[in-house]
């Protein structure tokens, strides 16, 4: 009996004893050729290290472990041994590495349920002609064809809120706006709105399980996104037929989808259907989730300070352009130099993203630290935002920080990172600044808003930045009640939908030529 009782209790706990001690010796182990220590941090639990605390405590994982360890720290998550970094000089000398210090990776989970056919996963030289191909698509002649597209969904959608019963959920309604224009725009795709409404389900569902251990069990993390995965393909494939088809009969829609395959198909290449399917995922991807999480922080920040608002309503009155009505052009929006620093201000303040992943291809020496070769590198967008020498009283959102006179920006390169910078900078930035630049100004012109809750709320990190309880708003329309919104009275959005051959896929309502961006 006492045999069995000691086999019982005593053996587990020597194992577990044995499994701690050789983690924890594993991961004290540096470079044998190198004097140089790992940074101080904890690994956490055998095999599973911190990664339940970084889901448990989102942004305040990073931020109290600075506070604890300083610009560098060890953690073991997701996976991975892992060295998280801060400070713009630790930042450029990551993003600067890429290709010789460090190369580009991302979590198993997001490998697994992403798909690797696309830029986001690519390297070396596949990654420079892939990113070659999508930058066209994003240039400024691009861009001024979207805008008209791009507006009228602000419009819609402005009006949309302001005709609801309040208070609106702001949260959710951008991420619908959101996904209509990536999927517009980016993919040439249009959608009724009850099928708006489930893709943006279909996708939330995914992406909030992309930071999850790399263990496929029933109920796991990995296996809920496979499965909101399979159900999004399942919807892509007749939309892809279609526009292979309208693509092999020499169509061009002028979306990034339509102009990645056209160039394939000049090359004499041809793009496998998963290579496709892991293309329209990560446009849409990258097209929504980091600019509805952006669009729910202006709303919020300007809802919170309406003297800002004040100051856009001036420079939309310097510029004649507070008709509600009246369409835009790129010219004019870049003229907007106000709007311009709102937006500057919000990427600052509220970066949507916390960092991002590298992988180590040799031993190199950061922040008087080691980093082995072969451990991922994560650095903090957010954290280097908040700790920066260069900005007065960071935690402020003060968009005159951003003035001509007063900018901060040249000495702010690596200070303000929030589409990273290097061969893998953002390739998307520009397109998702003009949205929110649209989005502002179509709110001000439009509507007056505030929180249901006057209050700043709860802010979840992971995946992206976003508020707990989905920013309840108060929307009221200039000049009294709003009117519903008439899908079919000037919206020339809908009207190629109405008209269009119904043998050809149905695409962007303006006739593309050229590129656009995402960002990766």
């Given amino acids: 009996m006492l045999v069995e009782l000691l086999t019982v209790l005593v053996l587990p706990c020597v194992a577990l004893l044995l499994s701690w001690k050789l983690w924890t010796q594993y991961y004290t182990w540096s470079d044998s050729g190198s004097d140089i220590a790992l940074p101080p941090g904890s690994m956490g639990l055998p095999f599973i290290g911190e990664t339940l605390s970084l889901v448990s405590q989102g942004g305040k994982f990073s931020s109290s472990r600075h506070a604890q360890y300083g610009d560098v720290f060890k953690t073991h998550i997701l996976g991975r041994p892992t060295i998280r970094v801060r400070g713009a000089t630790n930042v450029r000398k990551i993003l600067l590495g890429e290709n010789h210090v460090v190369t580009s990776l991302w979590p198993q989970t997001f490998r697994t349920v992403l798909g690797t056919g696309n830029l986001a996963m690519s390297n070396g030289e596949e990654h420079r002609l892939r990113r070659k191909v999508i930058m066209k698509a994003f240039n400024y002649e691009a861009l001024e064809r979207y805008v008209p597209i791009m507006q009228e969904i602000m419009r819609e959608s402005v009006q949309r809120w302001c005709g609801a019963a309040q208070p609106v959920m702001v949260w959710p309604m951008a991420r619908e706006m959101a996904f209509r224009v990536a999927s517009a725009v980016l993919v040439g795709f249009q959608h009724s709105d009850e099928e708006i409404q489930h893709l943006t389900f279909l996708f939330t569902n995914m992406v909030k399980n992309l930071f999850s251990l790399p263990v496929k069990l029933p109920g796991s993390g990995l296996s809920n996104g496979l499965f909101y995965r399979k159900a999004i393909d399942e919807w892509m494939m007749n939309h892809i037929q279609r526009k292979k088809e309208f693509v092999l009969q020499g169509g061009d829609s002028g979306d990034v989808l339509s102009h990645i395959m056209n160039t394939a198909k000049d090359n004499g290449e041809k793009l496998s259907d998963q290579e496709i399917q892991d293309t329209v995922v990560e446009l849409l991807f990258a097209g929504h989730e980091t600019t509805s999480s952006a669009a729910t922080s202006l709303i919020m920040h300007l809802a919170l300070q309406p003297q800002v608002v004040q100051k856009v309503h001036e420079d939309l009155e310097k510029h004649g352009l507070l008709q509600p009505d009246q369409p835009l052009s790129l010219e004019q929006v870049g003229r907007l130099t106000y709007v311009g620093q709102v937006v500057k201000e919000v990427l600052r303040r509220r970066p949507p993203i916390g960092g991002g992943y590298r992988r180590a291809l040799k031993s190199f020496e950061i922040g008087g630290f080691q980093v082995p070769e072969g451990w991922a590198v994560l650095y903090s967008i957010?954290?280097?935002?908040?700790?920066?020498?260069?900005?007065?009283?960071?935690?402020?959102?003060?968009?005159?920080?951003?003035?001509?006179?007063?900018?901060?920006?040249?000495?702010?390169?690596?200070?303000?990172?929030?589409?990273?910078?290097?061969?893998?900078?953002?390739?998307?930035?520009?397109?998702?600044?003009?949205?929110?630049?649209l989005l502002c100004v179509e709110l001000t012109r439009r509507c007056r808003w505030k929180l249901a809750e006057d209050k700043l709320p709860d802010m979840k990190f992971l995946p992206i930045v976003y508020p707990a309880g989905g920013l309840p708003v108060i929307f009221t329309p200039i000049g009294g009640k709003s009117q519903p919104y008439d899908r079919n009275k000037n919206d020339f959005l809908h009207e190629k939908e109405r008209t269009r051959d119904k043998g050809s896929p149905v695409l962007c309502s303006v006739s593309f030529e050229k590129d656009i961006n995402v960002a990766m």
């Fill in 382 to 437: 957010r954290d280097t935002h908040e700790a920066s020498q260069i900005f007065s009283s960071p935690e402020l959102f003060d968009p005159d920080r951003w003035t001509p006179e007063t900018s901060q920006a040249p000495l702010a390169r690596y200070d303000m990172v929030t589409f990273g910078g290097g061969p893998r900078a953002c390739v998307g930035k520009e397109f998702a600044k003009l949205q929110l630049k």
